[in-house]
Nanobody, 129 residues
Framework: QSPLVESGGGSVQAGGSLRLTCKVS????????MAWFRQVPGREREGVAA????????YYADAVNGRFTISQDKVENVLWLQMESLEPGDTAMYYC??????????????????????WGQGTQVTVSS
């Protein structure tokens, strides 16, 4: 079973909202950063939003800044991505990612997939115009 399990994807019209959820397996000892990535067929996976678990700093890609909000519940081991004002360009498979290394990262490094070693299976988001 995947250590991270996403849910909440679906189909919405432009301007609509969705909230994605990522449940972290209790088998994972410690995660220091978590993030959401997305990918469309034929394109590289891109970082959307990230959060440092301990100090709760958040980071966003320019394309979603102001529309998406990443948050987490350390007790329940859950990560969310609240997506507002969705656009057709947001259509993609969305992946939850976790980083077990405590080494500090910030800025665009938090949205680099090479910094993460745990991944979910993905949940599809489709936005129609």
């Amino acid at each position: 079973q995947s250590p991270l399990v996403e849910s909440g994807g679906g189909s919405v019209q432009a301007g609509g909202s969705l909230r994605l959820t990522c449940k972290v397996s209790p088998s994972i000892n410690r995660i220091w950063y978590m993030a959401w990535f997305r990918q469309v067929p034929g394109r590289e996976r891109e970082g959307v939003a990230a959060i440092s678990i301990s100090i709760r700093n958040t980071y966003y890609a320019d394309a979603v800044n102001g529309r998406f909000t990443i948050s987490q519940d350390k007790v329940e081991n859950v990560l969310w991505l609240q997506m507002e004002s969705l656009e057709p360009g947001d259509t993609a498979m969305y992946y939850c990612a976790g980083r077990s290394s405590p080494t500090f990262i910030a800025g665009t490094n938090t949205l680099n997939e090479r910094e993460y070693n745990y991944w979910g299976q993905g949940t599809q988001v489709t936005v129609s115009s």
